[in-house]
């Protein structure tokens, strides 16, 4: 049994027997919701989405004979027993449900078929109501269309008597219209008024010519017109006439049809005449111009920006309502479109343009840039106004004006660098060459140099933050492409900033390489010194910084103009640091060589006594050495020294050689056998490094002090060269270069460059000398240490 209901549920049991089982199992018995669905089978979106499956009992698309095949196909008889079985339970269910639901709902069938019943009773009466309205609407309408009818004719009628009330109204005001011109034409009334009046009346005047009191009427009216047209003539050579009555005068002319050829001309000669007259009066406020050059040009009375405010607002503002008026009387009538206009403007805004550039000639000082600034801005903004109407009004020529402006700016600010840096150069030779009282030291060469550098580079970087004024965002011509490229990049960076540096330099050069004009002083070498101090600092830092700043101030363009590389610049720099301290050195050697040349030529070298003493120019020599090295010790560094001898200071002196003991040869010596000397002497010469006087220094202190020291020392070998010695003259010499021996070493870079010159000098006095006996170098150690 177990198996038979369990076969009658899988097949579409009874609902018992499909209570437990899920509802989304396929071929399971679906629960039912109620008696009406089991009635009325599933619904219609259930039905949907199930398959069409004929087998299924409960499915829309049952089929008894498909359902009887499967199951005797499928169950054996005892299933088929117990489906039997659960069919007639279910059956019997059925028809007691559906008994049940009758009771419950008869009386609710019975009320439902009351209901229709009266529905229909009022639905037949409501037909008869609609038919009895549809014929009365069918009479209305009829009534209505006669109504219509006899309402069109009434309007139709009524129009008809409008048109003649309107005609004969128009007939009236054509009769009244020479009593109207006439009130209104006459001088001083609304000559405005009776123009609009003919206007309008002058097309049905001319249309009705061929009848003669239409006839009459428009002969009256044109010989009012005409008078009327005489007087505004006569006005219109009125000087006094402002543009707005002016146009307006031309606009009544051309309303009665006046030629336009002849009002183009007076309109444009009158309007010339008052430009003219603004211009003539902007010219009085600029000083007349001398010829000869020689007369002081006296200061303009007015500021740049009051001048271009008044000559825009009253000549550009003006020509601008010139323009617009001209464009709006005459457009399109024939005769007046020949570019007379852009011609007439052309030539007024060139003489503008002429008296505004004079104005700017004017502004000779830096003054306010911002003022300048404001000035062309205005001039180029209203220009710009101007050129919207007129094209061809000189667009060109006003951006050149206001970018001459600019480059002369620009050219004024290196004029002031410049002066100014001369200015800060008379400053500092001042303080070199102001006397210093006793016990007070005046500024020293870096306080100097840093105060010279400070001020110029402050100055350059002011000049640059005032340049900067033409680029500001603000500013209406810094969008042209002039001031996008070639002002950044030619007239800033190449023309002021490149041009300053060179300038400086050539200028710091020229103390070394211009020759000194007749009575002028020359420049003291401590100027010499911190020139060249300057200008190796600008080839290190200060142009590669004045240039990243103008830069990043005065972006150039990637398409623009090329640049003069920083390198360039840098070298220049470094070559006249170069010549400076090289003159330096030539300078300050002469000066120790001309006491030197002094000394040996004023002396009596043949009659002179035994040394007992250094002479005072060798004591001069040494003091001027140490406070040079004091002084190139305060602005360059102290350099590298060649490794020093232990006995530099005690080095024997000889008159000979500087490789042989100083008695050695005297006993040898005689005036019999002077070739040995002299042979000795050669040889040495060969096997002794050569020495370059004339070398360029390095930029160090020992370098700098190496180069005046043989400067010196050779002008002293020459100049002992030329003179013939006695035997206590030789010996002079031998203690004067002893003593020199003894302080100049320390100085050089290498002490074999003095050891050497030295003893040239020695070698080449023992030569020239008649009785060359030299002085014992005890001795001589004696007297250079009590010396």
């Not at 007087?231 to 307006?248: G, Q, S, W």
């Not at 001309?265 to 430009?275: D, K, M, Q, Y």
């Not at 580079?457 to 810094?478: E, H, I, P, R, S």
């Not at 500087?658 to 008695?663: E, L, M, V």
Request: aromatic share 6%; glycine share 6%; charged share 25%.
């Amino acid at each position: 049994m177990a198996e038979v209901e369990a076969a009658g549920s899988g097949a579409g049991g009874s609902p018992e027997a499909g209570t437990g089982t899920s509802s989304s199992s396929g071929g399971g018995w679906r629960r039912p919701h109620g008696p009406l669905q089991r009635y009325y089978g599933p619904s219609a979106a259930e039905a949907a989405e199930a398959a069409p499956d004929p087998a299924d009992i409960n499915g829309p698309h049952f089929d008894p004979e498909v359902f009887l095949t499967k199951v005797r196909s499928e169950c054996p008889l005892g299933q088929l027993l117990a489906r039997e079985a659960a069919l007639g339970r279910e059956i019997r269910a059925l028809d007691s449900d559906m008994q049940t639901l009758l009771y419950e709902n008869y009386n609710k069938f019975i009320s439902a078929t009351d209901t229709i019943r009266k529905m229909k009773v009022d639905f037949r009466r409501m037909e008869a109501e609609m038919d009895d309205l549809a014929a009365n609407m069918a009479a209305i309408s009829t009534s209505s269309a006669r109504v219509s009818a006899a309402l069109q004719d009434r309007h139709r009628r009524g129009a008809q008597l409008a048109g003649v009330q309107a005609l004969l109204r128009k007939l009236q005001s054509l009769v009244e219209v020479p009593g109207r011109l006439r009130r209104w034409a006459a001088p001083g009334a609304e000559p405005a008024r009776a123009l609009r009046c003919y206007t309008r009346a002058r097309a049905v005047l001319r249309h009705y010519r061929h009848l003669p009191s239409f006839r009459a009427i428009e002969d009256e009216s044109h010989a009012i017109m005409a008078d009327l047209a005489q007087r505004l003539r006569a006005r219109l050579r009125d000087d006094t006439l402002d543009p707005k009555e002016l146009t307006e005068c031309v606009e009544m002319l051309l309303q009665l049809e006046e030629p336009p050829e002849e009002l183009c001309e007076e309109f444009l000669s009158h309007a010339g005449a008052r430009l003219e007259a603004e211009l003539a009066a902007l010219e009085a406020e600029l000083p007349a111009a001398d010829p000869s050059g020689t007369a002081a040009t006296p200061p303009p009375a007015s500021d740049i920006l009051d001048f271009v405010d008044r000559g825009s607002s009253a000549f550009v503002g003006n020509l601008c309502l010139l323009a617009a008026s001209y464009r709006s009387l005459f457009e399109g009538r024939p005769g007046a479109g020949d570019g007379r206009l852009e011609a007439f403007a052309a030539t007024l805004t060139t003489r503008y343009f002429e008296l505004l550039e004079r104005r700017l000639a004017l502004e000779r000082g830096l003054g306010d840039t911002s003022l300048l600034v404001r000035a062309l801005d205005r001039f180029h903004r209203r220009l710009r106004a101007l050129l919207e109407l007129l094209p061809a009004a000189g667009a060109e020529a006003g951006a050149a004006l206001v970018a001459r402006a600019a480059r002369e700016r620009v050219d004024r600010y290196l004029r002031a660098l410049q002066t100014f840096f001369l200015g800060c150069l008379g400053d500092v030779r001042q303080a070199l060459a102001a006397p210093r009282p006793p016990g007070k030291e005046g500024p020293g060469l870096p306080d100097l140099l840093a105060t010279l550098a400070s001020s110029v580079l402050g100055q350059l970087k002011a000049v640059l933050a005032y340049v900067q004024l033409f680029t500001a965002k603000d500013v209406a011509f810094a969008s042209l492409p002039y001031f996008k490229g070639e002002f950044c990049v030619e007239a800033v960076r190449e023309g002021l900033v490149v041009a300053f540096v060179r300038w400086l330099c050539r200028t710091a050069r020229g103390f070394a390489d211009g020759p000194a004009e007749r009575g002028a002083p020359a420049a003291p070498p401590a100027l010499l010194l911190l020139l060249a101090r300057l200008c190796l600092d600008y080839e290190a830092t200060t142009i590669s910084y004045i240039l990243t700043l103008t830069d990043e101030q005065f972006p150039p363009q990637d398409t623009g103009p090329a640049v003069t590389p920083g390198p360039a610049l840098c070298a220049e720099a470094r070559g006249a640091a170069q010549r400076l301290l090289d003159h330096y050195v030539q300078v300050q050697g002469a000066a120790v060589a001309q006491m030197l040349r002094k000394s040996v030529e004023t002396r009596d070298w043949l009659g002179t006594v035994e040394p007992r003493n250094v002479r005072a120019v060798m004591k001069r020599v040494v003091e001027d050495i140490t406070a040079i090295d004091v002084q190139v010790g305060q602005l360059f560094e102290e350099g590298v020294r060649r490794a020093q001898s232990s006995d530099s200071s005690r080095r024997a002196f000889s008159v000979y050689s500087s490789s042989r003991a100083p008695g050695r040869y005297a006993p040898s010596y005689t005036p019999s056998a002077p070739m040995d000397t002299h042979l000795l002497s050669n040889i040495q010469k060969l096997f002794s490094e050569r020495i370059d006087i004339f070398s360029p220094v390095e930029f160090n202190k020992v370098s700098v002090l190496t180069g005046i020291i043989k400067i010196s020392l050779k002008t002293l070998l020459e100049c002992v060269r030329l003179r013939t010695l006695g035997r206590f003259g030789l010996q002079q010499v031998q203690v004067d270069g002893h003593y020199l021996q003894l302080y100049l070493w320390r100085f050089a870079a290498d002490e074999r460059v003095v050891q050497g010159l030295l003893d040239e000098v020695a070698a080449s006095a023992a030569h020239r000398c008649l009785d060359p006996v030299p002085m014992e170098h005890s001795v001589v150690e004696l007297i250079c240490e009590r010396g």
